[in-house]
C-alpha cells in the first residue's frame, strides 16, 4: 500500500501565533495533502490542499481550473484567502503529481476528507465521478454553519460538489477497530494497514489516519507543529486526560471544541510517549511520507 505526501502550498505565519514557540519570527509551514494507492477503492486522495480554485492566480488567465465549476469566488473567500496569502507550488499541486504517475482526474476513484476546512478541500469539486469519503457529522456542522462561523473555521460550501450530500459515504459506517497505545476506536479504512482515527475538536468530524506497520498517525490539524506535541508530552503525567500545555494562539482561536482540542493532543502526547509517532499537516519540517 503506497501512502504518500505532497505539499501544494505554504504560508508564513508568526511561529507565537501557531504555537511553535514564543518566538514570533516568521514560520513556514506546508499544506499537505496525500496519495493512497488503496487496495479495494483504486487511487485515492487524501484531502486536496490548496489550489487555484482558492488561488487562481496559478490558473491561466487568472481563473479557476475549467470543470470546476467555480468561475468566481464569493468574497468570504477571496478575504479568507488574502489572510492567509498561501503560496501555491506548481509542483505540489494534485494534476502535476498526477502526471507524473501517469495519471489523471478522472483515474481518482476515491477522495478522503478528513475535514471541511478549505486548505483540505479546495479542489474537491474537480472530481466529480470520484467517491467520497468523510464525515456525515461534519458534513452537516458545515452545512448549518452561519457565514461568521464559516469564515473564522475556514468552511465555504461553495468549494463543495453540489451533490455531496447524495455522494458522501459517512466514514462512520466503516467498521469500527480498536486502536493501541491511547488511540481509541477508529474505523478500518485498509484492513490490517490504516485505519482513520477521530481527531476532535479542531473541526467537527476531523478524522486522522493510522498506517499499522509504521506505527505513525497523521493527526492532519490536531496542532499546527509538532513542538507543540513535544511540549505537551513533557507535562503529561499518567492518567491525565488533559495536557498542561493547552491549546493558545491560532490553534485555540481556529477550535471547533477547545475542549475536545485539548483532550486529542493529550492522546496524541500520550501515542508519542508510547513510541507512536506522529505527522501533521502543517508541520514545516519533514514527514517521513513527504514524497518530495
Avoid at 43 to 71: F, H, M, W
Avoid at 252 to 257: S, Y
Wanted: net charge negative; glycine share 10%.
Amino acid at each position: 500500500m503506497k501512502f504518500e505526501f505532497y505539499n501544494s502550498a505554504t504560508i508564513k505565519a508568526p511561529g507565537a501565533l501557531v504555537g511553535a514557540g514564543p518566538d514570533w519570527s516568521p514560520v513556514t509551514l506546508k499544506v499537505r495533502w496525500a496519495f493512497l494507492d488503496h487496495p479495494t477503492f483504486g487511487p485515492t486522495l487524501v484531502d486536496t490542499g490548496y489550489g487555484p480554485s482558492t488561488y487562481p492566480s496559478l490558473a491561466s488567465g487568472g481563473s479557476s481550473p475549467s470543470g470546476n465549476g467555480l468561475p468566481t469566488r464569493s468574497i468570504g473567500l477571496r478575504l479568507y484567502t488574502s489572510l492567509f496569502r498561501a503560496r501555491l507550488r506548481p509542483e505540489g499541486q494534485i494534476d502535476a503529481v498526477l502526471v507524473d504517475k501517469g495519471l489523471t482526474l478522472e483515474d481518482i476513484q476515491c477522495v478522503i476528507v478528513t475535514h471541511f476546512h478549505v486548505d483540505h478541500v479546495s479542489e474537491l469539486r474537480r472530481f466529480s465521478n470520484a467517491r467520497i469519503l468523510a464525515s456525515r457529522r461534519g458534513f452537516d456542522a458545515v452545512r448549518r454553519a452561519g457565514w461568521r462561523a464559516s469564515l473564522l473555521h475556514g468552511t465555504f460550501t461553495e468549494l463543495l460538489p453540489p451533490d455531496l450530500d447524495r455522494r458522501l459515504e459517512p466514514i462512520e459506517a466503516l467498521p469500527p477497530i480498536n486502536l493501541p497505545d491511547g488511540l481509541g476506536t477508529g474505523w478500518s479504512l485498509v484492513p490490517e494497514l490504516a485505519s482513520l482515527v477521530p481527531m476532535n475538536g479542531h473541526a467537527t468530524g476531523q478524522v486522522g489516519i493510522y498506517i499499522h506497520s509504521e506505527h505513525y498517525l497523521y493527526a492532519v490539524d490536531a496542532h499546527f507543529v509538532l513542538g507543540a506535541l513535544d511540549r505537551a508530552a513533557e507535562g503529561l503525567e499518567p492518567g491525565l486526560t488533559k495536557p498542561k500545555v493547552t491549546l493558545s494562539g491560532l490553534p485555540r482561536l481556529i477550535a471547533d471544541d477547545i475542549e475536545a482540542a485539548e483532550t486529542t493532543l493529550a492522546r496524541l502526547a500520550a501515542f508519542k510517549q508510547a513510541g507512536g509517532r506522529v505527522g501533521l499537516c502543517h508541520d514545516p519540517d519533514r514527514d517521513p511520507f513527504d514524497a518530495g
